[in-house]
């Protein structure tokens, strides 16, 4: 009997070695993960992190050419780290989705996962957004009371995503963001729109179509900025619905987010030490590029931001996808910077809206003057979304999942 006892041992170790090896890798996901999440590509969540940390300083940057009333200096082109956020989003959601439709997974349980992931954010955004409005005195930028009324109308829409026309009682600022409260929620508000176009009819095409589109959207695109068509002189639209922004919202959503799922469906890795590095310096790069003057009879800044949504940032993924983390600690921060870029895309505004209006009041308009309050307002934006994170987005979505995804 002994020989049989030792096999037995034999394969009781080997199935503790089994349940170690599933712990550490579900210890990579996040806890309120869905149960049958793909292993992640880690150095997309880095990325997107590094991108979410840009769009900080460049929101920083903006508060100083708002309260002089002149340009953003520094980190011009910050803003594209919303087409970033897209083509990565359109990449991930190809990747996780494409291979699930079926009789097991249905476009209900699609919309599902997205509001769970997405919405619980997007809910203590709108609620950050009205506590730091009311911390300002309730008074649009030009001096204008707001009645409460009309800043509880205001979250009541945030909270369901119904967006503010220019000029209406609840668009409570009165500089037309689609969304008073949380400005960035404009890019969700788009992403939604993605979301919903992919369940109903952009999953269904073939390669040689999808191609065919992502074509079409990436002329409609390059003409919108080339051209000026807005009139800003760069690609920063989609923030307000006046008629231009949600055209220029739209195609920035839609040629990206297209493009990432057909990278998605093609996706072959090549051999690339270094990647996360490398592309994070090329992000800081692309973003810091002075803007570039000439408007007539082509939009130079516009060929620029063309040319780094059409072609750099595709190829950033491709080269995101492909690399790999070499250790454990590598591993962790790219972990945590993916973990965190949502929640402190979602919650960093608000606290912008009081850094702005503390410049303003006090005719501050540079980094050199400001430079510790800067710093703060960073610091505390990562610390206020890793509690977010913790404290009420991870268990939120793990009752949510529970409760509504549960099998039956």
Known sequence: MEPFCIFAEIRKISNIKNK???LMSNSKISAAAFADTKPHYDLLDGLRGVAALIVIWYHVFEGFAFASAGNIETLNHGYLAVDFFFILSGFVIGYAYDDRWGKNFTMKDFFKRRLIRLHPMVIMGAVLGAITFCIQGCVQWD???????????????????????????YEVRGNGEMFPLNG????????????????????????????VLVVMLGMALASFAVFNVSGYGNMGVGWTLDGVNFLGGTLRMLFPFSLGMLMSRNFKPMKVNGAFWICT?????????PYLEGLEPICMNGIYEAFCVIVVFPFLVWLGASGTTTDKQSTKICKFLGDISYPVYVVHYPLM??????????????????????VGVFVLSVILACLCLKLYDEPVRKWLTKKFLAPK
């Not at 310096?281 to 590029?289: D, P, T």
């Not at 809206?353 to 800067?374: M, Q």
């Open 20 to 22: 170690l090896k599933q």
């Open 353 to 374: 809206y009081l850094f702005y209006a503390w410049l303003i009041e006090n005719k501050l308009y540079t980094l050199g003057e400001t430079w510790y309050v800067a």
């Open 184 to 211: 960035p929620c404009w890019s969700l508000f788009f992403e939604y729109i993605g979301n919903i176009l992919y369940a109903l009819f952009i999953r269904r095409l073939s390669n040689k179509a999808l191609a």
């Open 143 to 169: 001096g204008t009371h707001v009645a409460i009324s009309m800043i509880m109308l205001s979250l009541l829409c945030t909270i369901f995503f119904i967006p503010a026309m220019p000029g209406v009682g």
């Open 281 to 289: 310096i090329i992000l800081i790069a692309l973003f810091s590029v």
